[in-house]
């Protein structure tokens, strides 16, 4: 049987942050109450476009799987924050890093949509249908961040990870997987007014990240858990055997319980969400970026993923590393320079923002 194995992993984070003490001076909150409740200490702000972010992350991803943009035989982007509704980012991606004529489609499952990615490519390069698939997840969330609403504002990050898949003889990869959702909670976390809906009962533009924090978060918790603990019964694997937990990071608090509804030590769960808050489906690839880099993850290693998000979705999957963790090569791929600071963009961004709806 052929498996679909990681070959390559990299990630994009735009240089200018945004701290929590950069939101004190922009609504009524504090540092220790946004540390506290969350675990986030500061986030990113892009002054790039998702699919430039996607690209480079690409890049690094296939610099470090040691092929070039024209081995690449399909390019699946996991995003919820689009350059544009059409083209597909995916495409503008495939231009970007110049992958011949791969094939290119945008996922979207909100956060759980990098998950959803690689149970897709993987299962088109075990069927022999994709050699090489490059799975992205890539967001920018601040373009749908309000200012005026303090409870989602604080929470949310751009950013960008990928990896490449390529077939292998001995077991890598995912070896169990659960893909779900429950559309009848639509509603509780949402982006309305950027689809058909807008032109019937929505203004057009006015768009912004609308949450009922509470109950998606009573909801990660029982959701994340169970589906890890299914994922992991189905690759025939238990609780010991888990070198390490790479779960979506929306917030601290989440990533624990979950943690601990599984019976986790901390020691065997990776966080970074204090350094770039909730990036949505670019979260789970710049965390097992950073788990390679940081040497969390060795050659066999047994890994869950999770993650949980607007649909609403959930994903999980048992992700056997494959034999390397050295990067094969690297990518000099860079954003396109910007000066701005993370206090400019969003400022700037939120008066686009208002004189839109207003117009
Ligand atoms: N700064 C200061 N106070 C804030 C605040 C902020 N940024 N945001 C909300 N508050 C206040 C509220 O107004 C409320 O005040 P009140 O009691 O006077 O009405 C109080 O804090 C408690 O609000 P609540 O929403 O109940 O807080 P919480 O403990 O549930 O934490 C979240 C809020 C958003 C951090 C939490 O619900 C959460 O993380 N939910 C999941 C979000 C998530 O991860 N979504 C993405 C999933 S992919």
Redesign the pocket.
Known sequence: MSYAAITGWGKCLPPAVLANSD?ETL????DE??TG??GIKERRIAAAETSDMAAVAGRRALAAAGITPDDVDLVILATCTPDRLVPGAAAMVQEKIGAGSAGAVDVNA??SGFIYALVMGTALVRAGSADRVLVIGAEKLSTWIDLRD??????FGDGAGAVVLEPSDVPAGLMASELGSDGALADI?TVKGSGTEALVDGTPGDTRIE?E??E??KR?VTTMGDAAARVLAAAGLDLADVDLLVP?Q??A??IDATARRLGLGEERVFTNIGSYG?T?AASIPIALTEAVEQGRIAPGSDIVLVA???GLTWAAGLLRWGERIEPVGESSAMLPSSTESGMELIRRRQRAREASWDG
């Not at 609504?27 to 504090?30: A, G, Q, R, S, V």
């Not at 303090?150 to 929470?155: D, E, G, N």
């Open positions: 939101f609504m009524d909150t504090t109450w946004i409740r969350t909100a956060c303090r409870s989602t504002a604080v929470l976390l949450m924090g509470r998606v978060f990660a979506h929306a917030n608090r989440i909730n949505s949980f998000g607007g």
